[in-house]
């Protein structure tokens, strides 16, 4: 798959995740929520490897990264983003969550020297100023109350825990190890990390037999985790943490897309607006780059062809 539909299926998805984690949220504790969301998600990745024959050996050493890297992206994370959305609107978690490309600019410095482009930051930049112009009514309406700021908070802190699973995802493909195989193992370690928080602290594994949850707790489970990580995860190795992480801009987006038609939202000049905003800051951010590469870059370029090769 090339990376233009990789990423459209990325953004296509995980655009249309935040009203489906809406009809998790309520009877079902989030843990347990999450605990279903991610093992399920890891079952169907390992029928998915059993039946292609992909080796699932990891030494003990991949294991503990693989744990590290299912509790940050699919345990921690997520439980932050949950509890996040039982106390701030959806919208302000888009734009919350959106900061994800910041965190995986300054992570992928820290982590592997890779150098902030003048590119990156105004593309960056004119698509975070296009998110909040597009959601400005909702952000203007907000009084910052003590539980308007704790949902802030969490939002922020599980964004920067997804960044740093991103980091370690690079850090395991670097390695050599496969995308399919290391989301399985992954999912498997956030879904039992969530399954001892829930333990802890005395949450009840119960389960609601309604259409809306269990619907939506498939398309969070299948498309959600299992096809979207897979794209996003593989491109962040074929183009790049910084470049990829553009596409958390672009979910809400999707988002306002899939309101207006099901939740009759008003389109406004401030909506046009913004995602003219948002287009362009896509141009600049995915233009054609300088001729000088990074040697992270060209490593990771060279290993995605091996293990292409290999594959």
Request: a positive charge.
């Amino acid at each position: 798959m090339n990376n233009t539909a990789l990423y459209l299926i990325t953004v296509l998805i995980w655009g249309s995740t935040w009203i489906a984690i809406n009809f998790q949220l309520g009877e079902v504790a989030p843990e347990a929520s999450i605990a279903y969301r991610f093992g399920l998600a890891a079952i169907v990745l390992f029928v998915y490897c059993w039946f292609r024959k992909l080796p699932l050996n990891m030494s003990r050493s991949q294991h503990i990264w693989l744990a590290c890297f299912g509790m940050s992206l699919f345990g921690f994370n997520y439980f932050m983003l949950y509890h996040a959305q039982q106390n701030i609107n959806s919208a302000l978690a888009c734009i919350a969550f959106s900061t994800l490309l910041f965190f995986n600019i300054i992570n992928a410095r820290i982590w592997y020297k890779t150098p902030i482009s003048m590119q990156v930051l105004i593309g960056g930049a004119m698509g975070l100023a296009g998110i909040v112009i597009l959601f400005w009514p909702e952000v203007n309406s907000l009084s910052l109350t003590d539980t308007t700021i704790y949902g802030l908070a969490l939002c922020l802190i599980g964004t920067m825990s997804a960044s740093t699973g991103n980091m370690i995802s690079i850090r395991n493909q670097k390695n050599t190890m496969p995308v399919v195989q290391s989301n399985a193992w992954g999912m498997l370690y956030g879904a039992i990390f969530m399954t001892v928080v829930a333990l802890v602290q005395g949450k009840s594994f119960t389960f609601a037999w309604t259409l809306p949850y269990v619907s939506s707790l498939l398309f969070l489970s299948i498309f959600g985790s299992v096809i979207a990580f897979g794209c996003y995860l593989s491109l962040m190795t074929k183009i790049g943490s910084h470049k990829t992480s553009y596409a958390n801009i672009l979910f809400p987006a999707v988002a306002v897309a899939i309101s207006t038609v099901y939740e009759g939202f008003e389109w406004h000049s401030y909506t046009v607006v913004g995602f003219v905003a948002i287009m362009l800051g896509n141009f600049v951010l995915l233009s054609k780059p300088k001729k000088q590469e990074s040697d992270v870059e060209k490593q990771a370029a060279n290993e995605s062809s091996a293990l292409k090769e290999a594959a």
